[in-house]
DNA sequence: CCATGTGAATGCGTTCACAGCC
DNA sequence: GGCTGTGAACGCATTCACATGG
């Protein structure tokens, strides 16, 4: 059965929310079209991907089918993180309550700035900018929230990728070059209002 | 000359990022693709969908090209938008400084709890929940950026749609439903640390 | 000669249509 | 009857290959 081609990937991890919020204990590929939009054909063809007896013919079951997305990609195994750039977003990410329900650990914190290193109060460990890649290595860090400033992005990914980081999101508005066995996910909110904006009808 | 691909209008927005930070005058797609990954092959293709004369022969200037993109994906345009939801992530981007600079206005936050408009500080004008019908439609506010818990996104996406937006960034972990007229984009940090986790190599 | 631009070929994801099952 | 599951058809985006231009 392949490898799962990438929209699906994204769409199953949609789907692992709308279950979450659907308070139904059964759902058919039908009532999944009426509320996300996606086809019932398409959504077959993404929860054929998974493994499993899923279906008892009419319906899949909420929870079996939560639980097959989670275990095909691999959501299931805790997931150690770090966050770079302790400013505004870096420092609410540092008390975001939400990381543990999902199996992500934020287990360190690093800044360029060794006074706000030792000022910041955080339920995390932080440490100066110079230690990542010795932390980073030591504790199997897999993740990284990267939130610095746009014209440092780079340098601070550089290090992220030296250190053996695997995956990144980025919140700075800055394209970042890493090796292939990286990822890489922008999330820089002024690009999703100009993606909104592109697809405003023009007059 | 067509309908531009969705995912050409993706690779275009992140390309503006890409000119904003090359520090050059001149790229040519060969550098594009070193940098960013893509073959130069698909660059000149996404290119090929603006109009006006780009290139000279040998690369494309950059200022040209960054404006060709703005002006093709409708980015000129002021848009006003609106801050639904004011908690921690809400009232950062209250006062987040970099929309402006890509011609985004934020002209209102709502909030259902009344006590908390009435004392938040804010430089934009703060409404409780209720008037969000009437204000969005009175200053035509386009785009909203959906700040409120998972549980009532769907509510308050609904009263949105309802006064007319015509795109959402929505930040809460919800599957949200909409018509096909208004835009939605997911933003949510941990959905993108588990897409990161889904593409890890799996032992 | 190197870089752009573009019709043609390829490949992949979506859509279709129907067989199988409860 | 309604729903799932899947091979086959389709369509669109990417890739290729080459003609064009400085």
Redesign the pocket.
Known sequence: ?G?I????I??LLLLTRFLENCGKTV??????EARTG???????????CLSG????????AVDSLKAAIESSLGLKEPRKCCVVGLGRLGSAYLNFPGFEADGFNIIAGFDSSVNRVEILQSPVTLYPAFKMGEVITRFKIELALLCVPAATAQIAADKLVAAGIKGIVNFAPASLHVPANVTVRNVYVVDELRALSARLPKE
Chains 1, 2 share one sequence.
């Open positions: 059965m490898v081609p990438e929209p699906t994204e769409r759902v058919t590929s039908s009532e999944i996606w086809s019932s054909n398409t959504i077959r063809k993404d929860i054929s007896e899923l279906s008892s013919g009419n319906g899949y």
